[in-house]
């Protein structure tokens, strides 16, 4: 893992729109114990393909807290994943990413978003136009890709535009659709031309219709999976279960055909049921590396193109506002603010928002 903190020193210097790039940041490194703290580190040097964006908001994902449960002992790893920002430097062999435009991304491991400026390859980020607030896209990242890897590498089903007409008169379950990687995965699926079934809170059954679902039923009712199997006429053969814990799998799985179904999970599950085939995603491996976090994936180059072709199709449909954000919560502190946002998601208070930090507050938090 590369830590900011060792990466050759630069000096600080200033970029074609006359800012200053410092040779220093803030940035949130775990310390060793389980924990982390905001540090002074170098900024990250440029490897060939990469850009360096200034971070300007940050999201919460529970990711974020399982690292620090399962990494409890590794020391100076920047944190986080999710973050939004302005292009600050672009090298020569980057031409479709420009100076000063806004972007929005899933950053890699160890090379962590919680930070001033955060390095990443220019293709793997989501373009915003200027009219789309940071915090709001600060979210889009792991939830978003995510949300594609499912439908899309996993399940099979055309990408929104590849049909001039819709797919077909088919069903697809999304499982838990107040979720971040829920609220945007129905709407995927609806561009894509499918007729949306869902589960949430019933609290959350009017918001979740809002985003597209066509049937929405309560995700605690044992009931839900054999009420789906019935208002689908027993003919559902594709799911994404956004929970993938506890009985979620298993209530999908009943929730199908009677020959079964194919559920992408965020979380690894192997299927019992015959029939049913489960994959699960890893947003991480657009990179196309092997990652051994948060869970084991192998390296493919098909997933690092795929993961490139979702930035671009997320980048259009915003630009076309075809794509709602997760309603961003921020909390004040800037990186300070980031303790309190990884509990609060750690315990479950978190329904469907996603908690959010602006950067510029952390140095006036840092002063107080
Ligand atoms: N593999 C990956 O790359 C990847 C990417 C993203 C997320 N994940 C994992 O996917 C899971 C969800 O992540 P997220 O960020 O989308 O979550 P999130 O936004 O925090 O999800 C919160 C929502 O989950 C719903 N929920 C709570 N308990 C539930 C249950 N027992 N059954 C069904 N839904 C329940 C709630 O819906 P109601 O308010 O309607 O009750 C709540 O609004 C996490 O475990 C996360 O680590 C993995």
Request: proline letters at 5%; glycine letters at 8%; one cysteine or more.
């Amino acid at each position: 893992m590369t830590v900011p903190n060792t990466v050759p020193h630069r000096t600080s210097m200033t970029n074609a729109h006359d800012e200053k790039i410092p040779a220093t940041m803030k940035a949130l490194l775990t310390t060793g114990d389980g924990r982390f703290a905001l540090k002074d580190v170098a900024i990250p040097i440029l490897k060939e393909d990469e850009i360096l964006v200034r971070v300007v908001a940050i999201a919460v994902n529970h990711v974020d807290w399982k690292y620090l449960a399962l990494h409890s002992r590794v020391k100076g790893t920047c944190m986080g994943w999710d973050f939004a920002g302005t292009i600050c430097q672009v090298p020569p062999n980057c031409p479709n990413r420009k100076l000063g435009e806004h972007v929005a991304g899933l950053a890699s491991t160890g090379r962590g978003a919680f930070a001033e400026y955060v390095a990443i390859p220019g293709d793997l980020t989501i373009q915003l136009p200027p009219t789309v607030s940071f915090e709001d896209a600060a979210g889009l990242g792991t939830a978003c890709i995510s949300a594609c890897q499912c439908l899309y590498q996993e399940l099979n089903i055309p990408m929104p535009g590849a049909y001039s007409t819709p797919h077909y008169a088919q069903s697809i379950l999304i499982w838990s659709g107040a979720s971040s990687v829920g609220q945007y995965a129905i709407q995927l699926a609806k561009l894509s031309g499918y007729k949306v079934i869902s589960t949430s809170a019933p609290a959350n059954h009017d918001f979740v219709k809002s985003l597209g679902a066509d049937v929405v039923f309560d995700h605690s009712d044992s009931q839900s999976a054999r009420q789906i199997f019935h208002s689908t006429e027993g003919t559902l053969v594709k799911a994404v279960d956004c929970w993938s814990q506890g009985m979620s799998p298993n209530q999908v799985s009943l929730s199908f055909s009677r020959q079964g179904g194919e559920i992408a999970t965020l979380l690894p599950y192997e299927s019992r049921t015959p029939g049913v085939k489960a994959y699960s995603v890893a947003a991480n491996s657009i990179y196309g590396k092997d990652t051994s976090f948060p869970f084991v994936t192998v390296g493919s180059t098909n997933h690092l193109q795929n993961g490139k072709a979702y930035c671009k199709l997320i980048s259009t449909l915003i630009t076309q506002n075809k794509l709602k954000f997760v309603p961003a919560k921020v909390y004040p502190g800037g990186l300070l603010g980031v303790a309190a946002g990884i509990e609060d998601m750690r315990l479950g208070k978190v329904h469907a928002q996603k908690i959010t930090c602006r950067i510029a507050e952390t140095s006036q938090s840092n002063r107080a």
